[in-house]
């Protein structure tokens, strides 16, 4: 088992700055890739940023592309999603996900064996 825990969330106003980390635990040689979801109040949970085990490939929703930056740091076990240029639709619950699969878009809910609680963040206009 892999447990995910999600922090850094919280009230910013657009145009600012906010880095979430997610720290795992358990079996995590396991993991091959991580990535963010977030999802708003009504609406579907939606991928937003994901990265390969070595780090050496990431994947980024256009939404988010050149604004959000998804990062790793193996020492700590620990993803980071780092958003800048904030703005009141980037309003959601931030989920932390990994999966066990080598093979996959990295896009699709489907795809993660593991999830985090979650971690509000709120952009205000």
């Known amino acids: 088992q892999v447990q995910l825990v999600e922090s850094g969330g919280g009230l910013v106003q657009a145009g600012g700055s906010l880095r979430l980390s997610c720290a795992a635990s358990g079996r995590t040689f396991s993991i091959y890739a991580m990535g963010w979801f977030r999802q708003a109040p009504g609406k579907e949970r939606e991928f937003v940023a994901a990265?390969?085990?070595?780090?050496?490939?990431?994947y980024y929703a256009d939404s988010v592309k050149g604004r959000f930056t998804i990062s790793r740091d193996n020492a700590k076990n620990t993803v980071y999603l780092q958003m800048n240029s904030l703005k009141p639709e980037d309003t959601a619950v931030y989920y932390c996900?990994?999966?066990?699969?080598?093979?996959?878009?990295?896009?699709?809910?489907?795809?993660?064996?593991?999830w985090g609680q979650g971690t509000q963040v709120t952009v205000s206009s």
């Open positions: 990265l390969s085990r070595s780090g050496g490939n990431t």
């Open positions: 996900a990994a999966t066990n699969s080598p093979y996959g878009s990295r896009r699709t809910r489907d795809e993660y064996d593991y």
